[in-house]
Every structure is written in C-alpha cells, then in structure tokens.
C-alpha cells in the first residue's frame, strides 16, 4: 500500500480489535462454502395448504438447490413424505447424466426425521455424499432457507390451491420465474439465466400466475 509500519504496530492494532493472527483465525461457516462451492448442493422441504375432494391436505415438497449457481430443482410434492419417497425423488436426480446429486457432489440437509439413516445410507451409495448439520448450525441451510421463504412470500401464501396439480403448476411457474426472471443479491444481483438480451427498444411485460409475477424488459 506504499505505507511503512512497524511489526509492533500492526500487532498492537490487531490485539486491539480482537482479531488473531492470520495463521491462528478460524474459518467462518460462509468461507468454507464458497470455497467448494462447486461441489456443494442443500436440499429442505417445505410445506403447502392444498384444498382436495378430502378437505386442505398438507403437502410437503422437496427441492435441491445448487450453492454455486443458485439453481433450483424440485424433486416432487407428496403428502406422505415417507422414506421409500424421498429415496425415489432423491434417486431420480442422482443419474450420471444430468443428475444435479451426482459426480461427487455433497449433499447439506438439516436434522429433519425424514432424512432418515435409509435416505443417508442411500445417497452415500452412489456419487453423493451427506451431510447433515446440528442444531447448534442453524445457517447451515440458509440458502435452502431463503428460497422457502421467497417462494412462500411471493408466491404461494397469496394463491389458493385447488388439488396437486394445480400446486405443482404453480410451483413451476414460480421456479422458472425464478431463474429467468428474479434478480438475486448473493449472484451480484443477476440473473440465473436471463431468456433476453439488453434491449434499447419498448419496455415489455411478461406475467406469471394471472399477474401475481411479473417480468419488465427492454425489447431488442
């Protein structure tokens, strides 16, 4: 920096404010991810009042989402989140082709019952590995956090579902919205995969769910 100072000043400002050595500083929970963000995916459900010929069912929805590129995959929607589900869903996205569970990729979910030692012992048979986080870590899903409470916020807390179909339609409509049309802070504020290049021409819309989502752009 062009400045001069001395070994003794700079460790005297250092135990000043609290802060060790270099060598001596443990590392935070947000450096240790994004150092193997590559590698790393979170998976949590969340829950969906639905209304069915049954009355309002409780549906629970699986996702996985991608640390480094924020990308979301649903794995499905069921209202009996049993092992032999979560296995199957979980199964279906760990195929070497373009599964987003496979080429050594490790898995982070929460101590949730149905991540069960079946689900666990399942994953770690084949390319992914598992790891679920204490109690005592509540952060270690934020991630997978926030996208439950963008997706319930923006979306289904405002719509009133008739029967699984119409769920899994929303949900869809939401997710892609959300890859090709949300602006997200921990990307730099940019898109997952923007469908339009920067125009110069008339500012157009494009609505999601009757108007509930809505997209504004430039034209080429």
């Known amino acids: 920096m062009g400045h001069r100072v001395a070994r003794s000043t700079i460790a005297g400002i250092l135990k000043a404010e609290g802060i060790p050595p270099s060598g001596a500083r443990a590392t935070t929970w947000r450096t240790f991810l994004r150092a193997h963000w590559p590698a790393l995916v979170a998976a949590d459900f969340f829950t969906t009042e639905v209304w069915t010929p049954r009355g309002l069912v409780t549906f629970y929805t699986l996702f996985v989402l991608e640390l ?8 499905g929607s069921t209202p009996y989140p049993d092992e032999a589900f979560v296995v199957q869903v979980l199964r279906d996205r760990a195929n070497a082709i373009d599964g987003v569970l496979a080429d ?28 679920g986080h204490r109690f005592a870590h509540p952060t270690a899903t934020a991630y997978a956090e926030r996208f439950v409470r963008s997706i319930k916020e923006e979306c289904l807390e405002r719509v009133i579902l008739f029967g699984e179909r119409h769920l899994r339609r929303t949900i869809a409509e939401f997710v892609a919205h959300y890859h090709t049309e949300r602006n997200l802070q921990g990307i730099g504020n940019e898109l997952i995969q923007p469908l339009e290049q920067a125009g110069q021409g008339r500012v157009r819309s494009r609505q999601r769910i009757g108007g509930l989502l809505n997209y504004y752009y430039r034209a080429a």
């Open 68 to 75: 480094q590129s924020r990308r979301i995959h649903v794995t």
């Open 104 to 131: 050594g990729c490790i898995l982070i979910c929460d101590r949730d019952r149905k991540w069960s030692r079946g689900v666990l012992e399942s994953l770690n048979t084949r390319e992914c590995e598992s790891f």
